[in-house]
């Protein structure tokens, strides 16, 4: 579904990708680990069209997308929920779910997509009249994704949709997650927190200085002495 080839971002001189190479499947949950700094947050930008790459090739469903405007890479079913959220904070919650569909010219099907928004997340219903920028953290991350939702994505992008939240907001966004798996949503997901990640992700890559040191599934994700150490917080028994 996603094919990323030899893929190099830079920052004026500062490399912050060094030749990624990665895929992610049709229907799957596909998570990137990496400590701060490694680069993921610069790809998910380079995905979504918001940074240019210096080389390399990322195709989605077969197509180029390198050179493409973050809006026609929208259309074309990639859609990134940033982190931090970045809610639109002087707008309401409807209104940010509006602008997710910003690309769509269906308003029956924008009225129905934001009554299912309303249905999934009931806690936007009932402020949704309220400005985003007075929503706790946890509502501005189902804001976020909610939004992205309204675009009608093939691939969701994730960045890191648990930083900053408590520990059982983060079980919640989590179990969206599991729930948007099992509706046939496919998600690439950049994440921290390896144990949630295990818990809905099919196929796991680490990225450290900004290049690829594992691929492999959560059993040899579990399996990895590195990982172990840094990422599930144990040793393993020899």
Do not use: W
Request: proline share 4%; glycine share 10%; with cysteine.
């Amino acid at each position: 579904m996603l094919e990323i080839t030899d893929l190099a971002t830079s920052y004026g001189k500062i490399e912050a990708l060094r030749g990624v190479s990665l895929s992610a499947k049709a229907g799957e949950v596909t998570c990137l680990l990496g400590p701060n700094g490694a680069g993921k947050s610069t790809l998910m930008l380079t995905l979504s069209g918001i940074l240019k790459p210096q080389r390399g090739s990322v195709k989605f469903e077969g197509e180029e997308i390198i050179g493409k405007t973050p809006a026609e890479i929208v259309s074309r079913g990639l859609a990134l929920v940033p982190e931090n959220r970045l809610v639109f904070p002087s707008l309401t919650v409807r209104e940010n779910l509006m602008a997710g569909a910003y690309r769509r010219r269906d308003t029956s099907g924008i009225r129905s997509d934001i009554d299912a928004m309303f249905h999934r997340f009931s806690r936007l219903e009932e402020r949704q009249e309220q400005l985003a920028g007075t929503l706790s953290g946890g509502e501005q991350q189902m804001l976020a994704v909610a939004r992205a939702l309204m675009s009608r994505p093939r691939l969701l992008l994730m960045d890191e949709p648990s930083v900053g939240l408590a520990p059982l907001v983060v079980a919640e966004i989590f179990s969206i997650i599991h729930q948007l798996h099992s509706e046939g949503v496919s998600i690439f997901l950049v994440e921290q927190n390896a144990h949630m990640a295990l818990k809905v992700a099919q196929h796991f890559y680490l990225m450290e200085q900004g290049s690829v040191s594992f691929s492999g599934n959560p059993g040899e994700l579990a399996e990895d002495d590195v990982i172990q150490r840094a990422y599930l917080g144990q040793q393993r028994k020899s």
